[in-house]
């Protein structure tokens, strides 16, 4: 299937501190990505959907000041966590969808999650 | 409001064994639905995706079967084996909107 990475795949910082996550599509370009949230045992959070270059659509109850995300082209999209806390100490997943090519369309790919832990 | 549902939540079962996953949907009006596996740990794999005009969809030992009209999917796993273990998850998507995910079924082959 395509290709999804994420980078970095976990990241400790400082509680105030600001984190970037970085979500690539390697072998397909992706008008749309997806960030998610997880935590333990639970299923995934859509946090926002991030169309390339337009601003991204947040779901009710994130925090869009504090969860920046840029899609600055088909295979790139950031998430930006400012001033971090250890409440936002989770697993982020990033995802992309296709819109045909080598791949079926409309269908979903994710990255490997990001383990973010904020001391 | 779309509603996915999966049946069981837990599953164990010895290697060698056929088992059957269930998924169910309250809106059948979808685009399409996917399967996934998801590692601890890891992010989701994506197993199968059936489009809503398609009935089944196979890779390996792996089989999906959709009834849109009765709102159900299953996934099939023929001959488990200890590497199947994991989490999976079904998810349905309605015309252009997010895929909304069943809370999986935590999958263990017993060696």
């Known amino acids: 299937g395509a290709v999804v990475s994420q980078h970095p795949s976990w990241v400790i910082c400082k509680s105030g501190t600001s984190v970037k996550i970085e979500c690539r599509s390697l072998?397909?370009?992706?008008?749309?990505m997806f960030w998610y949230r997880q935590f333990p045992k639970q299923s995934l959070m859509l946090m926002a959907t991030?169309?390339?270059?337009?601003?991204?659509?947040?779901e009710q109850g994130v925090e869009k000041d504090k969860f920046l995300i840029n899609h600055a082209s088909l295979t790139l999209s950031t998430l930006t966590v400012t001033s971090a806390h250890p409440e936002d100490s989770s697993f982020y997943i990033c995802?992309?969808?296709?819109?045909?090519?080598?791949?079926?369309?409309?269908?979903?790919?994710f990255g490997p999650g990001t383990r973010l832990t904020v001391l | 409001k779309q509603e996915v549902t999966q049946i069981p939540a837990a599953l164990s079962v010895p290697e060698g064994e056929n088992l059957v996953l269930n998924c169910s949907f309250t809106?059948?009006?979808?685009?399409?639905l996917q399967w996934f596996r998801q590692d601890p740990g890891k992010g989701l794999t994506s197993l199968l995706l059936?489009?809503?005009?398609?009935r089944e969809q196979t890779s390996g030992r792996l089989n999906a079967s959709l009834d849109k009209s009765s709102g159900r999917s299953t996934l099939y796993i023929a001959a488990s084996q200890p590497g199947d273990s994991a989490t999976y998850l079904c998810?349905?998507?309605?015309?252009?909107?997010?895929?909304?995910f069943g809370e999986g079924t935590q999958l263990t082959v017993n060696p």
């Open positions: 995802s992309a969808i296709t819109s045909g090519g080598p791949y079926s369309y409309n269908e979903q790919f």
């Open positions: 059936i489009q809503s005009s398609q």
């Open positions: 809106d059948s009006a979808i685009y399409n």
């Open positions: 991030s169309n390339e270059g337009s601003k991204a659509t947040y």
């Open positions: 998810a349905v998507r309605a015309s252009g909107s997010r895929l909304t």
């Open positions: 072998d397909f370009q992706a008008t749309t």
